[in-house]
């Protein structure tokens, strides 16, 4: 029986499977977009159910997640960057969140059940400051890292906001630039194909409303 977070998602998510799609042509940050969705309820919910029922159901969600990327034929090495920043901003919510999720959460994080260790909040960092190095290779994939902090992901920065802030700015303004390169080099090429995936240069509506309802709750 579904709890009311689990009613709730079901309803709004948009539960992307593409084993089903004849064309499966999206962006990574796309494929996002539920788990995103799912920690905006979670934030807005009083009762997240038991920690059992909410773990089976987020783990339900990043399997898809990956599930997806390989459909997508997206690198390895992409999906698991993406995958540990996911599951990164999902142990930040739930143990945020007042309760007996919480209080299970502290105890055993998905990180510690993915890739058994507890440094979340730092590494997701390092892979941005090395994602970084090379934008144009690492566009998608940073998109998705500056969702996460949209969203309001801490990690090693909590409690330091000017600090977190400069991150998100200096990402901001790496995405900014790449964005603008990349249009100026496609203007000037001839020979690029119609055909080819274009990766998603813009930020969801929902996503900006729902960005600042999270900042709020995190005030």
Request: aromatic content about 10%; charged content about 25%; some cysteine.
């Amino acid at each position: 029986m579904l709890n009311n977070l689990e009613k709730t998602i079901s309803t709004y998510t948009l539960n992307i499977n593409l084993s089903k799609l004849m064309d499966p042509t999206v962006s990574i940050s796309t494929l996002c977009n539920d788990i995103f969705l799912i920690i905006i309820s979670m934030r807005e919910q009083q009762d997240l159910g038991t920690p059992e029922s909410l773990r089976k159901f987020l783990k339900l969600y990043i399997e898809m997640f990956v599930k997806n990327c390989d459909e997508m034929g997206i690198d390895t090495r992409i999906v698991e960057s993406v995958k540990f920043a996911l599951i990164a901003l999902i142990d930040e919510t739930v143990r945020s969140i007042p309760g007996k999720c919480a209080d299970f959460w502290n105890a055993r994080p998905l990180q510690s059940e993915y890739y058994d260790e507890q440094i979340a909040g730092e590494k997701f960092f390092e892979d941005l400051r090395e994602l970084m190095s090379d934008p144009h290779s690492n566009y998608a994939t940073l998109e998705t890292f500056f969702y996460c902090l949209a969203l309001g992901f801490q990690g090693q920065y909590l409690g330091k906001t000017e600090d977190r802030e400069k991150v998100i700015h200096q990402l901001a303004t790496v995405l900014i630039k790449t964005r603008m390169q990349t249009r100026h080099n496609r203007k000037k090429s001839h020979a690029v194909s119609k055909k080819i995936p274009r990766v998603a240069f813009f930020i969801p509506n929902w996503l900006i409303t729902s960005s600042a309802i999270a900042a709020a709750l995190l005030i």
